[in-house]
């Protein structure tokens, strides 16, 4: 069984459209978190959530908003689209700090 | 407070011994390392927690001077597997609470035959 899963893998969309990525995980864990990667391979966080409360949320436009319905699902909804949007976006899980983190296998998203 | 990762690129032959260290100007709770390779997702390969630990994975081993903020990969005996781009993620000490890692710029490794 996969720990971390992400769907879709891929995704193109035009700009302005709204899109969400879902996450699961099967691994018990308290913590997700949604990261971005560039296209200069740069990965930076941008939510985490535990016990569904969103301990910490980076400098992300307001158009991204994750939500969690349970302690399982961490998903990543984005409202109008921008070029700039394109990226691949993992989910993780970890059982907290100082623990190691399970990524998903990453969603390429890219906006035309 | 994003960590700097040196060098940036590394190109190898096979069986030579590389070192990617990992600096932050912030005291550090933990350094985790991973390797991504083209098109794919960030495998594990490490987590250091204490000042001056060092832990072993296979011929890729990693140590963590606490007192220096940085942490150091040594890959020995390099294989065309090893290939890819390294990341060091740190963790800064918080309330408890998982912030998530925040991720150098990755140190790009090349392996040729």
């Known amino acids: 069984d996969t720990a971390v899963s992400q769907t879709p893998k891929y995704l193109v969309t035009q700009m302005g459209n709204d899109k969400s990525i879902k996450c699961e995980q099967n691994?018990?864990?308290?913590?997700m978190y949604w990261y971005k990667q560039d296209s200069k391979k740069f990965l930076k966080i941008m939510f985490s959530?535990?016990?569904?409360?969103?301990?910490i949320n980076e400098t992300v436009p307001n158009r991204f908003s994750p939500k969690s319905p349970d302690k399982a699902h961490l998903n990543l909804h984005i409202n109008s689209l921008e070029l700039g949007d394109s990226a691949v976006y993992f989910c993780a899980s970890s059982r907290g700090q100082g623990i190691r983190a399970f990524f998903g296998q990453g969603t390429r998203l890219t906006v035309v | 407070q994003q960590p700097v990762q040196s060098p940036q690129a590394v190109i190898l032959r096979e069986g030579e011994d590389a070192v990617i260290n990992c600096s932050s100007s912030k005291a550090l709770y933990s350094v985790h390392w991973y390797r991504q390779k083209h098109g794919e997702a960030p495998v594990f390969l490490m987590i250091?927690?204490?000042?001056?630990e060092q832990k072993g994975h296979e011929k890729i081993s990693a140590s963590f001077n606490e007192k220096k903020q940085q942490s150091s990969l040594y890959l020995t005996a390099s294989q065309l597997s090893y290939s890819g781009t390294y990341f060091c993620?740190?963790?800064?000490?918080?309330?408890?609470?998982?912030?998530?890692?925040?991720f150098g710029k990755g140190t790009h490794l090349i392996i040729q035959p």
């Open positions: 993620g740190t963790e800064m000490y918080s309330g408890g609470g998982a912030d998530g890692l925040t």
């Open positions: 959530y535990n016990n569904k409360e969103l301990i």
């Open positions: 250091l927690l204490k000042g001056g």
């Open positions: 691994l018990g864990h308290d913590t």
